[in-house]
């Protein structure tokens, strides 16, 4: 029974020759080895086979991962794009914030310099209301171009009045600011009749500073008639003024000279009853009042 078994575990191969006289030769195999034999073949193939699905299935998660790379890098740059526009944004920002503060400081010299009887009105007021501000990413409220915009016209704007108050006699032209005598019909002090006073005379003493009142060039510095030592100046195509009974003259015909400079001294040369200014302000080479002029820059004195 054993030997059956035995039997069965092998396989038998005979071998025959075409030389009848030739012996059949036989030989046993075990089958467990020969279809070890058969099977040893096979497992390259299933490795190949094996191999190349997993590098299928790698390759196919390599262009997964390269797909959601590439998006990543399209999110990565836009989202340098954005903050590269943010940050020019804000660099704008900063800049329009150091403009309006620039403007602003500006503004209010202006406004420091200007009489304070001047009320802002019209053009030169700039409301910064919301209309005007522009909000940032950050929720911060900054002035937009058009407020940016008007504050600039509004400078311009007052950059051109000033220069024309620069030539607008409106200073006074000595000290103390008392008016002794008033621009129109008046008693004349010396024949003690009505006559038409071209000017206004303010008080001083002798040697005190006489000043322009705008700034322009001297057309007169002598001795003039009546009006004993006179100054004149030219300040504009509009505007002339005169100063008489000076004691001394410190300017000549041609000077130019700016609004404050000290022109003379007060004295009582020429028609005169003693130390005082005369005082003119010519409009289109026709005396005007005076007093409206000095008023732009507060109240005046008269006796």
């Known amino acids: 029974m054993k030997r059956k078994r035995n039997k069965n575990r092998l396989l038998t191969f005979t071998i025959l020759s075409n030389d009848a006289n030739q012996v059949v030769k036989r030989f046993h195999m075990n089958k467990a080895f020969f279809y070890s034999l058969m099977v040893l073949p096979i497992i390259p193939v ?31 740059e836009k989202l340098e794009r954005t903050v590269s526009i943010l940050e020019e944004e804000t660099g704008e920002t900063k800049e329009r914030l150091v403009e309006l503060t620039a403007l602003e400081e500006q503004m209010r010299q202006y ?7 001047v009320e802002p009105s019209g053009g030169l ?4 209301d919301e ?4 909000e940032t990413e950050d929720g911060l409220m900054v002035p937009s171009s058009e407020l940016l915009e008007r504050y600039k016209q509004t400078l ?3 950059d051109e009045i000033s220069e024309e108050l620069q030539y607008t006699p409106t200073s ?19 024949n003690r009749s009505s006559s038409f006073h071209s000017g206004v005379d303010i008080r001083g003493q002798y040697g005190t500073p006489v000043y322009a009142t705008a700034d322009g060039r001297v057309t007169l510095a002598k001795y003039y008639g009546s009006y004993g030592n006179t100054v004149k100046i030219k300040h504009s195509d509009m505007y002339e003024t005169l100063y008489g009974h000076l004691m001394s003259i410190d300017v000549e015909q041609g000077d130019m000279v700016k609004k404050g400079d000290t022109i003379g001294e007060i004295g009582s ?17 026709e ?3 005076p007093k409206p002029y000095f008023n732009i820059y507060g109240e005046f004195d008269i006796e």
């Open 46 to 76: 299933i490795a190949l086979i094996y191999f190349m699905t997993m590098n299928q299935h790698s390759q196919a998660e390599i262009e997964e991962l390269t797909a959601h790379l590439q998006l990543e890098t399209a999110k990565s």
């Open 172 to 190: 006074w032209p000595t000290n103390p600011n008392t008016i002794t005598s008033d621009f129109g019909i008046r008693n004349d002090p010396l």
């Open 156 to 158: 311009a704007m007052v």
């Open 125 to 128: 007021q700039v409301l910064a």
């Open 287 to 289: 005396p005007v009042d």
């Open 131 to 134: 209309t005007n501000m522009v």
């Open 269 to 285: 040369t020429g028609r005169s009853t003693g130390p005082h200014l005369h005082y003119e302000v010519l409009q289109n080479g």
């Open 111 to 117: 406004i420091d310099e200007l009489p304070t009887i």
